[in-house]
């Protein structure tokens, strides 16, 4: 069974502060997907890397996916109360038979 | 347009009693997709179609769960003989055809919250 851990699980900052989230895993995954989810809101995507050592920005949130396809980044630079949520990232195996593997969440809260 | 919807948004339910979860898709998206959520964890894959074809029901916990998608576009999850670890938020997501290698974007519904007394 393929599985994906995130860390950290929480995440409490001040506005103005850098963060990176983790995603790791044992097993080489095709693509991977960041999601975002608002309380009582379904998780909506962020971005998809495809290549081993992609770099995507957007705004200030830079996504990278390891060089091997296991393991992928998040860091988001000057955190903003806005950026507060539930962020998921969610991979597909090389089978790829449409079944997506999500981890287990990052909670983050900006303080204003 | 419109987003996916789900229905009932909520459900309380009797241990032992049966429920139907439905999940009504973007129109034209081909692929549908079930998960189950705990609260402030990511979803847990249940089952998958494209079409009216169940691809993967690998994830679906065991044979008092069911899906179907007979027409290929409105989903039901069916829950037999409820029992109280099935409480959970049941979510549904649709996206255009997922087959290749490059996941495309998946649209989550609101969900159901599931309690079961």
């Known amino acids: 069974t393929q599985l994906l851990e995130q860390s950290p699980q929480f995440l409490s900052i001040q506005e103005g502060e850098n963060l990176t989230v983790y995603c790791n895993s044992s097993?080489?995954?095709?693509?991977l997907q960041w999601y975002r989810q608002e309380p009582g809101e379904g998780p909506v995507l962020l971005v998809t890397?495809?290549?081993?050592?992609e770099v995507k920005k957007l705004k200030r949130l830079t996504f990278q996916f390891g060089d091997a396809r296991k393991d992928s980044s998040l860091h988001i630079t000057a955190a903003q109360p806005g950026d507060t949520g539930l962020y998921l990232c969610?991979?597909?195996?090389?089978?790829?038979?449409?079944?997506?593997?999500f981890g287990q969440g990052t909670t983050l809260q900006v303080k204003p | 347009g419109a987003g996916v919807s789900q229905s009932p948004r909520y459900k309380v339910t009797k241990r032992g009693q049966d429920v139907a979860l439905r999940c009504d898709p973007i129109?034209?998206?081909?692929?549908l997709y079930w998960y189950r959520q705990a609260l402030g964890q990511g979803p847990e894959f249940l089952t998958y179609f494209n079409y009216e074809a169940q691809q993967d029901k690998s994830g679906l916990p065991n044979d008092r769960f069911s899906a179907e998608r007979p027409e290929g576009s409105i989903s039901t999850l069916t829950i037999q003989r409820t029992e109280q670890r099935d409480s959970a938020m049941y979510r549904c997501?649709?996206?255009?055809?997922?087959?290749?290698?490059?996941?495309?974007?998946?649209?989550f519904g609101p969900g159901t919250r599931l309690t079961v007394l």
């Open positions: 997501a649709s996206s255009p055809i997922q087959g290749g290698l490059i996941l495309v974007e998946q649209f």
């Open positions: 969610a991979g597909a195996p090389p089978s790829n038979t449409g079944k997506l593997i």
């Open positions: 097993s080489v995954f095709s693509s």
């Open positions: 129109s034209g998206h081909v692929s």
């Open positions: 890397v495809v290549t081993g050592g």
